[in-house]
């Protein structure tokens, strides 16, 4: 089966860009510092072709600028709750019986 030039061209580019597990922490470095223009280059490369970094950086900044709304506004983040004791202790059980599993 033959491959279109436009799948050729995203199989190329996934190649040629760094991972994902790279891509996503210069994401995250990117909004403490300005990333470098080849770092630029190889992130927007590389979110061309990947959703799920796409997805990933879409997150973070939806919660960098949550956080950052409410710290300019002088009070503090949204309460997110709490879990029960109950989930709690479903939690831990199901970790350790994870780690029995290794």
Not at 44 to 49: A, I, N, Q, R
Not at 52 to 69: G, K, P, V, W
Not at 80 to 101: F, I, V, Y
Request: with cysteine.
């Amino acid at each position: 089966m033959k491959k279109s030039p436009a799948n050729l061209l995203m199989m190329l580019l996934h190649k040629l860009t760094p991972s994902c597990d790279i891509v996503t922490r210069k994401v995250s470095e990117s909004l403490d510092r300005k990333l470098n223009l080849w770092e630029k280059i190889q992130v927007s490369l590389h979110l061309m072709v990947c959703e799920f970094c796409n997805r990933y950086r879409d997150q973070l900044l939806a919660i960098h600028q949550t956080l950052e709304r409410h710290s300019h506004a002088g009070e503090p983040p949204p309460e997110l709750g709490s879990l029960s004791e109950e989930a709690k202790a479903k939690m831990k059980q199901a970790l350790q019986k994870k780690r029995g599993e290794r």
